[in-house]
């Protein structure tokens, strides 16, 4: 009798040890958290959006497009492989300190329950403020869109060593580029000024050009910058300046407010300034070709989210560690113009002026 209870019990033991070995071989699903730092409307956070899901798919994080489809539109799936949500800090809306320090600490919070992977921050808003959060944990994190440097947030000792859990894409910007096709569009172009709107974006994009005016980089006198909130104000100045100069360069418009402090859909801002400036344009992103203005060397927006996905990839599945993962800015995208704003401007297209995309 003993030994019959002794050979049950060995048998139980075996049978429950079995399980529990099954259940620890299953691969346990990767918890990725991403945190944008606009809003779903915003035509970079679309185009970003679509290199992060296209390249979730090309390494199996997604099953299907379907779930492509559910993720963008509810901003969380469950796959086979993943469990994904996503969050919007909505900066384009500007917040006092109160309400950003209240936002910061609620996706903090929410990053903290879910326990992510990994954590992917788009922009530069998110990287600073959230990143900030979660520098030197065990949490990897991967940003995209930071512009111009990744060191500037304290995030990364550099970019050939990171030195600590932080990597990412960031934005080069390409800038020359943008005012090169410019001269060779509308080559009686000698002189221009900068138009923006005051955002950490913005301005970085302000500074980035007038250092390289500053070089001797640029084919064309810069006489002005113009860096303000209000919508109005900006109009004002756009007029003004028409006036004085023979092109603009475009650094940003998505962040401009009206009297009342509330933010000015950028279509409104692009149908504004196509029906009242006369002059040749050139803009920081393809965004604001698609918005109307008339050119732009590309910094991609589906690069730089395809790109992010790539080093969560190499880090989640490949082992590599983001102290020693050089941040990284992807290749150009497109030489574009926009065929509707050239007809305005009596501008004739030639295969000469080496444009890669048409804007229709």
Known sequence: MLKRILSLVMLMVLYVTSIAYCESAEPSKKKIIVVSSYHREYL???????????????????????????????DKVETSKV???????????????????TLVTNISKEINDFKPNIILLGDDDAAQYIGGQFL???????????????????????????????TGVYQSGYYTESMDLLKKIAPKVKTFAILCDDTSSGRSHVKKVEH???????????????????????????LELQKKVDAFFIAQYSGLMNEKGENVPAEE?????????????????????KQGMLCSADDSGYNQGFSAVDIAYDILNNGKDPKT???????????????????????TFTKEMGIEEYVE
């Open 325 to 347: 993962y050089p941040p990284m800015t992807p290749k150009r995208g497109a030489l574009m113009v926009s065929k509707k704003r050239g007809k305005i401007l009596g501008i």
């Open 83 to 101: 469990i994904i949500k996503k969050m919007w800090m909505n900066m384009k809306k500007k917040k006092s300190p109160e309400e950003l320090a």
């Open 269 to 289: 801002v692009a149908e504004w300034y196509i029906n009242n400036i006369k002059i040749p344009e050139a803009a920081v992103q393809g965004q604001f070709v």
């Open 136 to 166: 030197d944990t065990k949490i990897p994190i991967v940003f995209w869109g930071v512009n111009n440097t990744p060191v500037k947030y304290g995030l990364v000792d550099s970019e050939a060593s990171p030195g600590h859990n932080v």
């Open 212 to 238: 390289l005016y500053s070089k001797k980089d640029l084919a064309m006198e810069l006489v002005e910058s113009v860096t303000v909130g209000n919508f109005e104000e900006w109009k004002r100045k756009a």
């Open 44 to 74: 970079w956070s679309q185009e970003t959006n679509q290199g992060l899901c296209a390249a979730m798919l090309k390494y199996g994080y997604f099953d299907n497009k379907d779930q492509i489809a559910e993720y963008t539109k509810n």
